[in-house]
């Protein structure tokens, strides 16, 4: 009994304190009233897919609001289902901000797009305030940089000078998120300029890998990442770049690590496994290897990497790989439909959401009164509830077949 009231006033003691830790996020969008809006964070940097945090519904005035778990800084992906920004969180934080595009009519917002968020009374020792800030000082500084051409030597001094400013500013600073920030700047902006004594990369590898625990969920690090290891293969020797295909062949996982490792710069076992990954990550928009053998390899790697975040990211690769391409065959099959013998089919993805795809219906029912009799039409849809009455009448103007998909699908 003692106990259980004993755990009563711990927990009474540390609720408030993880409430308040909570961040806040109070958004106002005009041209997007009673819709849907998401909060992601990315699953992993390599497959950039989404883990959904939250789901809320404007008002009538374009207003919404979502509470954010208490927790380390984060970037975080907000917006509806066409269009996202994204900002980086941090306890206590209250975001007031503003989700306005230029044309929410916009003929190109079928897609996914980024747009800058605009934050209003932004707290000056928010992290947002701070990376905004630093971000509009260094590229006047390089801007400047970039214009100094004519004397190399003053140029070398300028690149030596910024970079010395910005680690000192970082050692100041007391928060390890912008120190890290700032460091990695330095690392995506002044190391890839291209002037006399830029450091070599071996020094890079040095100073941003060697020996260095690998930060998965900070994005500048893994930015920084990906423009080192980038066509990782070209920097491989010209035998085990050969050897290596042959291990992607026949699926040696052990073999794989052990020709990576030859590379000067591939760091201990877990840098290389990543390293792995990545190649195959950009061979999926290559043809450098073929697609079953990449598929194979990430479902090697999903099983029995010895790495279990790298398990997942591989899993996660593979769910990027089986999306449709052009000239793939449509997977009807799972969509328990059987198209007609003697007939193409027109496919057609909707979002009663969407102004766009709304006022596209129009022009589809004049394709299917002229040809309807010689192609079949099909339209794809996420099922989830229809808040109001315009998104209900706009799934009513489909007459023809159409077929709903889980959210999750």
Partial sequence: MKLCALIAVIYAALFPSIFFAQAKIVGFAPQFK????????????LSKRKMLVAETLSDAQGLFRFDVPAGPIEKYVLGTEGLNGYLFVQNQGFYRLEFISESAQNSSYNLQEEIELTFIDLDSNDINFKML??????????SDIHFERSNEGERVRKIALLKLSILRDAAKDTSTYFKDYLRYSVANTLENTNYMGAPTKENLFNTYFFQKAVQYRSPF????????????????????ATEIFKAYATLDLRKQDSIISNHPCAGDSVLRSL?????????MNNDFLPKSVIESNLRLQSEKSPFTLHRKIANNLLLNIAKLEIGDPFPFERLNYVPS?????YIHAYNPSNTFCIQEIRALRKLLGTYGSNIEFLTLYIEKPLTNEAEKKAMDQITWKKIGLPQND
């Avoid at 009673?34 to 940097?45: A, G, M, N, P, V």
């Avoid at 800030?133 to 390089?142: N, R, S, T, V």
């Avoid at 390293?275 to 061979?283: G, R």
């Avoid at 013998?341 to 089919?345: E, Q």
């Fill in 34 to 45: 009673e819709q849907h809006f998401y909060l992601w964070k990315e699953e992993d940097f």
């Fill in 341 to 345: 013998v003697n007939k193409p089919v």
């Fill in 133 to 142: 800030g630093f971000e509009a000082w260094i590229d006047q500084e390089l």
């Fill in 221 to 240: 690090y893994t930015e920084f990442f990906e423009k080192y290891y980038d066509q990782f293969l070209s920097q491989m020797d010209s035998k085990d």
């Fill in 275 to 283: 390293i792995n990954l990545y190649v195959l990550k950009q061979a």
